[in-house]
T-cell receptor, first 113, second 113 residues
């Protein structure tokens, strides 16, 4: 299982861009990188997923360098409602459809006015 | 448009009592998961079911049992509750595949006194 390492917490202000980096040195060839967001008292929610280079959707961008040993979730112009815990997950190296989905400790983002 | 439904939402048990947490999904997903989340911590995988008829242990299976009743339902049973099992429990489901997202229920907040 490819272990991930993220900062425990980050602080930001409204309107700033926030970049959260995740390290996954042992990522396997067929593993995708997925980010989830969790608000207090709620289950995690899928944000974005990618395999290489850059992926962008209406919520965030995901940057993945060529060696895929890390990834960066970028949140443009954060607001107070982006205060949440963000989890980076990678696959467990299986070349099958099933993935165990093991979460790490996540990054607690606090956005202040 | 229910997604993943967990029942009950809240429960208080006395030490030694038993109970079953229910989870049902209406998205025709193959894979289902049970997690626990202690205050201020990340999610830990208890059990998972890759497909109907199969279940397997996750990171913290001790004290729990599961049943994949059919493709829709995946229940978690505490045979003899202990205060250490006080936590929020989340169920999730997912289509099999290397690049698919998981959908989470709203959680069951369990207190064992």
């Amino acid at each position: 299982l490819a272990k991930t390492t993220q900062p425990i917490s980050m602080d930001s202000y409204e309107g700033q861009e926030v970049n959260i980096t995740c390290s996954h040195n042992n990522i396997a060839t067929n593993d995708y990188i997925t980010w989830y967001q969790q608000f207090p008292s709620q289950g995690p929610r899928f944000i974005i997923q990618g395999y290489k280079t850059k992926v962008t959707n209406e919520v965030a961008s995901l940057f993945i360098p060529a060696d895929r040993k890390s990834s960066t979730l970028s949140l443009p112009r954060v607001s107070l409602s982006d205060t949440a815990v963000y989890y980076c997950l990678v696959g467990d190296g299986r070349n099958t459809g099933f993935q165990k989905l093991v979460f790490g400790t996540g990054t607690r983002l606090l956005v202040s006015p | 448009n229910a997604g993943v439904t967990q029942t009950p939402k809240f429960q208080v048990l006395k030490t030694g009592q038993s109970m079953t947490l229910q989870c049902a999904q209406d998205m025709n997903h193959n894979s289902m998961y049970w997690y626990r989340q202690d205050p201020g911590m990340g999610l830990r995988l208890i059990y998972y079911s890759a497909s109907e008829g199969t279940t397997d242990k996750g990171e913290v299976p001790n004290g729990y049992n599961v049943s994949r009743l059919n493709k829709r339902e995946f229940s978690l049973r505490l045979e003899s509750a202990a205060p250490s099992q006080t936590s929020v429990y989340f169920c999730a489901s997912r289509v099999q595949g290397l690049a698919t997202e998981a959908f989470f229920g709203q959680g069951t907040r369990l207190t064992v006194v």
